[in-house]
């Protein structure tokens, strides 16, 4: 008789498994856009799951262009950018994006995931070093990974620990790579110091904008502008990345930097090459929301306001609000089961925020994860006080 396991059944196994330890991972079927204000199994929901930061995502305006670009352009841009899929609507938006974020130059990828696994890959390989922060997002730690770089994952925010790693390094090439606001923790990594360090340490620094793009700085325009390093003179080392799936309500991503960088991933990023272009119609879509995040200052503030009435709400909580100023407001519960019961408690009393946790943060740090948006209302906010308040009784 056949003693194996089979694949399948192994596979089982490990899912129930999973599933014993509040780890497995489901997914809800949406029968509308995932938005601020929701129905959910007929129910109205306020959601505070979504990357949607500046309430972008349905604009009016960015579906009236993504629909008279497919008329245009048609839907599918056919080939890969090298090939013949590159339309005027991806050139006309790599300089949008360029100037926006005050970088010389821009390149489109199709998403974060790809942009960063594309740059880390090009720049550095065996024999070359990569350090990069412990809270790093997933796309990152896999770029590091797949590059064959010697990886140092450096505590987060451990400065010291980094300089001491780059100085004794004698690899060739050097990348330094961060997200810019940490996308489960909601701080801003000390850009003007890894900058200065990588400058000491003749490093290349790749920042990941991700959840700053469109939301710091006074403009929007990420955070190049919140620390005031746009068009710095240490730039040339400086690869800017951030998406345009978050904040700027779209899809795709894009890296910014210096000509001769972005030459370089046209040649060398093996995600930008070898795969078809975006559809011309998102790249129109997102030179509107670049309008939108420039011109509608109140979305920005009013999320200033939204993240001061939160955690002013929270004082005197049971549960601890993490350190941040920015739309990723997480809330540290600590282990699975807890932070399941609570999302599941909220989501039952109409109000939908997520528990994140251990693989994508560490163990025993099981979260919620709030996120605000400009298309919440003060009153949402209160009413997510009000229920936490009520839960905690
Ligand atoms: C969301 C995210 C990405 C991935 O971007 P996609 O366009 O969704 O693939 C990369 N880095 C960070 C920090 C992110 O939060």
Redesign the pocket.
């Known amino acids: 008789m056949d003693k194996r396991v089979g694949l399948i059944d192994m596979l089982a196994a490990e899912l129930a498994e999973l599933e014993a330890q509040g780890l497995k991972r489901r997914r809800r079927t949406l029968e509308m856009p995932s938005r601020a204000h929701m129905m959910l199994d007929g129910h109205p929901v306020i959601s505070f799951c979504n ?1 949607d930061y500046l309430g972008l995502a349905g604009h009016t305006d960015l579906i009236h262009a993504s629909r008279d670009a497919a008329v245009e352009a048609g839907v599918g841009a056919g080939s890969a950018h090298l090939v013949a899929g590159h339309h005027r609507l991806h050139a006309q938006l790599e300089k949008e994006l360029a100037d926006f974020v005050g970088m010389q130059d821009a390149l489109l990828f199709s ?6 696994i594309g740059a880390v890959t090009a720049l550095v390989g065996r024999g070359d070093a990569v350090f990069g922060d412990k809270l ?2 997933a ?2 730690v896999d770029a590091c990974l797949l590059s064959r770089a010697e990886l140092t994952r450096y505590p987060h925010g451990d400065l010291d620990f980094l300089e001491a790693k780059l100085k004794v390094s004698t690899a060739r090439r050097k990348l330094v790579a961060t ?1 810019a ?1 940490f ?1 489960m923790d909601g701080d801003i990594a000390p850009l003007p110091e890894l900058l200065a360090l990588c400058e000491r340490y003749d490093a290349w620094l790749l920042v ?1 904008d ?2 700053g793009f469109g939301v710091l700085g006074e403009h929007g325009r990420g955070v190049l502008e919140h620390f005031a390093t746009r068009h710095s003179p240490l730039a040339t080392r400086l690869i800017y990345m951030a ?4 904040a700027a309500g779209v ?3 894009f890296v910014a930097g210096h000509p001769t960088l972005i030459e370089w991933l046209v040649n060398k990023a093996r995600t930008y090459v070898y795969t078809t272009a975006t559809p011309p119609m998102l790249a129109a879509a997102v030179s509107t929301s670049l309008k939108l995040i420039a011109a509608d200052d109140w979305r920005r503030i009013r999320l200033k306001e939204l993240i001061a009435q939160l955690r002013e709400g929270m004082a005197g909580q049971p549960w601890t609000l993490m350190e941040s100023n920015t739309p990723i407001q997480p809330l540290v519960v600590g282990d699975n089961a807890t932070a399941l019961r609570l999302a599941e408690a909220l989501r039952e009393r109409g109000v939908m925020v997520p528990a994140i946790r251990p693989p994508t943060v560490p163990q025993g740090t099981a979260r919620l994860r709030i996120s605000l948006s400009a298309a919440h209302a003060a009153a949402d906010v209160e009413r997510l006080l009000a229920t936490l308040r009520d839960l905690a009784g």
Do not use: P
Not at 111 to 116: D, H, I, L, P, R
Not at 243 to 246: H, Q, S
């Open positions: 990357n998403t974060g995931y790809m942009a960063n790093n997002h796309s990152l997200d606001v996308s990941d991700a959840h998406t345009l799936g978050k899809f795709g991503a």
